[in-house]
């Protein structure tokens, strides 16, 4: 499998799914307790690679398979602030009205939809999420 078809095929069974697919700048509008809010979502898929050594000892890399992907950004409405950063599945924000700081879980609904869990790892209680749909 190329390192393309890998990058594309963890990118859509995990996290921002469509929108991890391709490196860069997404644009999401969220539904935050009825107020609409922007994210702005930063990917980067990077794959991990070894070393092995060709025969004039040379070291040479060789790509693993495996990928990760990076995500960052900011989630602005009238009422908050929210700044994170992640890796796969996972990101961990950072409310900057209150000082708070939560993990979210991304789960992709379809090619333009993008549901936050906010912890995730919540025992007691209902979880908390947030749709996002994609607007750029």
């Known amino acids: 499998m190329s390192r393309r078809a890998i990058r594309t095929a963890l990118a859509l069974s995990f996290a921002a799914g469509a929108a991890a697919a391709q490196d860069g700048i997404h644009y999401f509008t969220c539904d ?15 794959g991990a690679s070894g070393i092995t050594w060709d025969p004039s000892g040379m070291p040479t890399p060789i790509p693993t398979g495996d990928v990760t992907v990076y995500t960052a950004g900011e989630v602005r409405s009238q009422a908050a602030y929210y700044t994170f950063r992640g890796e796969n599945r996972f990101a961990d924000f950072t409310d ?41």
């Open 32 to 46: 935050l307790n009825g107020m609409p809010g922007q994210m702005v979502l930063s990917v980067e898929t990077v």
């Open 96 to 136: 900057h009205g209150h000082g708070g700081r939560f993990t979210v879980e991304w789960v992709q609904q379809d090619a333009n939809t993008l549901v936050m869990i906010v912890n995730p790892f919540e025992r007691a209680g209902p979880r908390s999420q947030v749709l996002c749909r994609r607007s750029g």
